[in-house]
């Protein structure tokens, strides 16, 4: 196991964008898999103790991902995705938005661009995360910065697992 890998996480207030770039110990086809296949998606994206359910995915320009993360009481906390731009092993975009369980979205979401890319078997994934609304970011802020660099750590376990496979 690589302990010298980046992780780094900013947020660009006065942009309502957030910029994270983490590298990882495994090829990149299978970094990709991690954030484009939904069985392998739920398996890291929560937060312990809660727990992601996707209830369907179709990874293609124009579809969309719509899922849950679970609290241990059993609250549900829906969000849509839905893919706008998509280029194979190194890029996808999508539009996200918290969503009731009904699909309807909120008003306000962020727009998700992922690039991937590989060196001498480390992969790095740089996200940009821009959000429509500023007060939309300040809402979720604290959370979601908790919450992404310990889905991130969620990450970097499950692909060790699967590498050694």
Same mark, same amino acid.
């Given at each position: ?7 780094? =996480?900013?947020?660009n207030k006065?942009?309502?964008? *957030? +910029?994270?770039t983490?590298?990882?110990d495994a090829?990149q086809?299978?970094?990709? &898999?991690a =954030?484009?296949k939904?069985?392998?998606i739920d398996q890291w994206?929560a ?5 992601a359910?996707?209830? +369907?995915? &179709?990874f ?6 719509? +899922?849950?993360?679970?609290?241990p009481? %059993?609250?549900?906390r ?9 280029t194979p092993?190194?890029?996808f ?6 969503? &009731?369980?009904?699909?309807n979205p909120?008003?306000? %979401?962020s727009?998700? &661009?992922?690039? =991937? ?10 996200? *940009?995360i +821009?959000?429509?609304?500023m007060?939309?970011l ?5 959370g979601?910065?908790? %919450?992404m ?17």
């Amino acid at each position: 196991m690589n302990n010298n890998l980046l992780f780094d =996480f900013t947020v660009n207030k006065p942009a309502k964008t *957030v +910029y994270i770039t983490r590298e990882f110990d495994a090829e990149q086809s299978l970094v990709w &898999d991690a =954030f484009t296949k939904a069985e392998l998606i739920d398996q890291w994206i929560a937060p312990a103790p809660m727990v992601a359910k996707t209830k +369907y995915q &179709d990874f293609k320009v124009g579809g969309k991902r719509f +899922y849950a993360m679970i609290s241990p009481d %059993g609250q549900e906390r829906w969000a849509l995705q839905q893919y706008t731009s998509i280029t194979p092993t190194t890029n996808f975009k999508m539009f996200n938005a918290f969503a &009731d369980k009904d699909e309807n979205p909120e008003p306000f %979401g962020s727009e998700w &661009d992922h690039t =991937f890319s590989e060196e001498k078997g480390i992969t790095k994934v740089s996200i *940009v995360i +821009y959000n429509e609304s500023m007060e939309r970011l300040e809402k979720i802020l604290d959370g979601f910065t908790i %919450g992404m660099k310990m889905s991130l750590t969620n990450l970097e376990n499950l692909l060790q697992k699967l590498s050694t496979k």
